[in-house]
């Protein structure tokens, strides 16, 4: 595979990711090269139906997904509704933090609160999101790594 088509597989290719969570879970869009074209915060009962709808929205056929305490049941509810979806289960260590940060930097304090350090500060609303896209990152740096650019 030569330089171009590495470059336009990476932008046609799309990987899922979600962090999962007992009431709400983050999910993610990607591609390849990295770009974001979904990031939200779904509730977990309504799992299966969000992310079938986003694979038939964004055509993805691998779902990265946390390790984290629920990771199992969500896991064994996505293979159950969606047999041919792929799933790859990832590290989640310390993607809680790093989520805050990238939280911060997207949506900076303001008011009085920009004064504050934002170490000093939890985010107003859910960071799960952020966590999701930081898994489907973690992912996409592994196989870039691997050479392994194609997943079918």
């Known amino acids: 595979m030569d330089t171009v088509d590495t470059i336009d597989t990476m932008e ?3 990987i899922a990711a979600l962090d999962p969570g007992r009431e709400k ?6 591609t390849l090269d990295g770009s974001v074209l ?3 915060v779904i509730e977990t009962a309504k799992l299966e139906q ?3 709808a986003a694979q038939q929205s964004y055509g993805f056929s691998v779902l990265v997904e946390g390790n984290g305490t629920t990771s199992r049941e969500a896991r064994a509810r996505l293979k159950e509704a969606l047999p041919d979806l792929r799933i ?3 590290d989640e260590y310390r993607t809680t933090d ?3 940060k990238a939280y911060w930097k997207a949506k900076p304090p303001r008011g009085w609160r920009r004064l504050l350090p934002v170490t000093m500060q939890v985010p107003p609303e859910p960071v799960d999101d952020f966590v999701a896209v930081i898994l489907a990152s973690r992912y996409i740096e592994s196989i870039k790594q691997k ?3 194609h997943h079918e």
């Open 50 to 52: 969000e992310v079938r």
């Open 12 to 14: 046609r290719e799309r």
């Open 88 to 90: 790859e289960v990832i």
């Open 25 to 30: 879970c983050g999910f993610a869009v990607l």
């Open 147 to 149: 050479g392994d650019y």
């Open 38 to 40: 979904l990031q939200r």
């Open 98 to 100: 790093l989520a805050k």
